[in-house]
């Protein structure tokens, strides 16, 4: 193959050709156009596809995950107040001083963590908090009232664990249902549905179509205008990578963090589902709490890329506008 017939097939030489048939001032002008539609439209795409991730993961940090947590630690605590009751019936400790503390405070516990929540999730828990009270009272007038009569405190215990444990209408299992859902709300909050994806395909597409338009202006000017250099279509080139590479990357991370923190939430759910109410069962609970809250307390900085990218959008609408602009204003608009 010899230097000529490189030369002659090279790309800059097809690309010349092809453009061969449109005079400076079209060409500019069409660059120009392109330029505008293509970054106006991954603008668009940008800002709203990582708002949405940002609203997803605001969402899932400040009302599912907590809803989700607060449900399971609340279950866990209200089992395990019936399980003190039954370690105290079975020592016989029942009447003696101090010895209700255990159960008092989980009961305590189970209150308010469901108080806490409450404005986290669409359910109506004042049945639940209902339910729980009386079971509370029954506990209460097991122990103390009929202390000393075991038939009736037997009664009267039995009462309450109904009210705990019953199918499908106790405190229990109205909260295994509850979090259920809530845990079906955090993975839907959590998701990327059909549409983000489509934007962020959009937006990918027409920030890769900016680029080699913007590759084809500086060929333009330096082929046709004798101009080496344009510093605003530079400048837009630049801007125009890093609008493809970072937001991307960080919506990659976000989602990343998204998914190990449901993942935590789903094993939460499943230990107070499964595992006994028991202490090391609510300290496992707690400690996966706090990584989900750290997992998503990095929000700040995702934010913070976001506005960026906006910011670094209209400056990629305008940039070319000044580079392409300026030169047309220059060697033919003021002709007219």
Known sequence: MTAAYRLRYSPAALWRRCLSGLRT?????????????LTAVAATALFLSGRQAQRSADALAAREAPAVQGLAASRLAALRADEEIGR????KLIGVAGSGEAYRSQLSAADQGLSRI??????DLGTIKGLLATYSDSLARGTSLYGNDPLMRTQR??????????????????????????????????????????????????????VLTLLS????????????WNPYLLAALVLTVLLAVVPLMTAHSTQGDLDGALEDLRQITEISWQGGATEAAQRNVTEMSEEVRRQLAGGTWTESVYRGALVGSLLAVVLPVLGLGLRLDRDYWRRW
């Open 25 to 37: 001032r079209r060409l500019l002008e069409l660059h120009l156009v392109t330029l505008l539609v």
């Open 88 to 91: 105290l019936v079975e020592l």
């Open 118 to 123: 409450a404005d986290r999730t669409d359910a």
């Open 157 to 210: 215990l039995g009462q309450a664990e109904s009210l705990l444990t019953r199918e499908t209408v106790g405190v229990a299992p109205r909260l295994k249902v509850l979090q259920g859902r809530q845990l079906q709300h955090a993975e839907a909050t959590a998701a990327m549905g059909w549409w983000q994806h489509a934007g962020w395909w959009t937006a990918e597409i027409a920030l890769s179509g900016a």
């Open 217 to 228: 202006a500086l060929f333009v000017l330096r082929d046709r205008c004798g101009r080496d």
